[in-house]
Nanobody, 123 residues
Framework: EVQLVESGGGLVQPGGSLTLSCSTSGFTFTNYAMSWVRQAPGKGLEWVSGINGGVPYTYYADSVKGRFTISRDNAKNTLYLQLNSLKTEDTAIYYC????????????????RGQGTQVTVSS
């Protein structure tokens, strides 16, 4: 059974930083691309960032490029998202999601996702 558990969210002031983690189990982590998606209050799901399995090329939505960094530790079966220079519009529930293959589809084809972790950016 695929399991994805996010952690690391919280309340942070504008301009601040957070690191999100996603602990995974139930599949061969290194063989799959992974993504982060988010859902802001009253809005739909937004793809944020993806990282390939194998050679870890990374991809970002324009809204977070240059501020967020996705990474993975295949030895720990864990996905990360470093959030810097946070803005109020980054407030959302952040989910990690397993993609359907080794190459990221930038959110086009997503498999299971976790329960999410809340990020609130407010002064």
């Amino acid at each position: 059974e695929v399991q994805l558990v996010e952690s690391g969210g919280g309340l942070v002031q504008p301009g601040g930083s957070l690191t999100l983690s996603c602990s995974t189990s139930g599949f061969t982590f290194t063989n799959y691309a992974m993504s982060w998606v988010r859902q802001a209050p009253g809005k739909g799901l937004e793809w944020v960032s993806g990282i390939n399995g194998g050679v870890p090329y990374t991809y970002y939505a324009d809204s977070v490029k240059g501020r967020f960094t996705i990474s993975r530790d295949n030895a720990k079966n864990t996905l990360y998202l470093q959030l810097n220079s946070l803005k109020t519009e980054d407030t959302a529930i952040y989910y990690c999601a397993k993609e359907t293959g080794i190459k990221s589809t930038r959110g086009a084809l997503l498999g299971p996702r976790g329960q999410g972790t809340q990020v609130t950016v407010s002064s």
